[in-house]
């Protein structure tokens, strides 16, 4: 089993840059693709990146492509989220996640406790 801590959210303003981050616990961290989730109030949680297990693979919803960036560095066993040109649709929790199956939009076991990102307009 592999625990998952998210950090880096905060509270910003339209157009600004936040990192977010995701330590994970284990050294087989490089075995799982990662993803990250946001959940905004009243609404389900929706895929927002994935990365594959050695990082050269992407995925991204429509959403944030082009403003988002997902990165991993398995040296660290963490898990990056790189937010640029932020709106007010991308306040949400925003969770990690690592996967044990093919499926970058539903194949996720572990997940972390989630990290706050508000955007103010």
């Known amino acids: 089993q592999v625990q998952l801590v998210e950090s880096g959210g905060g509270v910003v303003q339209a157009g600004a840059s936040l990192r977010l981050s995701c330590a994970a616990s284990?050294?087989?961290?490089?075995?799982?693709?990662m993803g990250w989730f946001r959940q905004a109030p009243d609404k389900e949680r929706e895929f927002v990146a994935a990365?594959?297990?050695?990082?050269?693979?992407?995925y991204y919803a429509d959403s944030v492509k082009g403003r988002f960036t997902i990165s991993r560095d398995n040296a660290k066993n963490t898990l990056y989220l790189q937010m640029n040109s932020l709106e007010s649709e991308d306040t949400g929790v925003y969770y990690c996640?690592?996967?044990?199956?093919?499926?970058?939009?539903?194949?996720?076991?572990?997940w972390g406790q989630g990290t706050q990102v508000t955007v103010s307009s």
């Open positions: 996640g690592a996967r044990v199956g093919p499926n970058v939009l539903t194949d996720y076991r572990y």
């Open positions: 990365i594959s297990q050695s990082g050269s693979s992407t």
């Open positions: 284990q050294r087989t961290f490089s075995s799982y693709g």
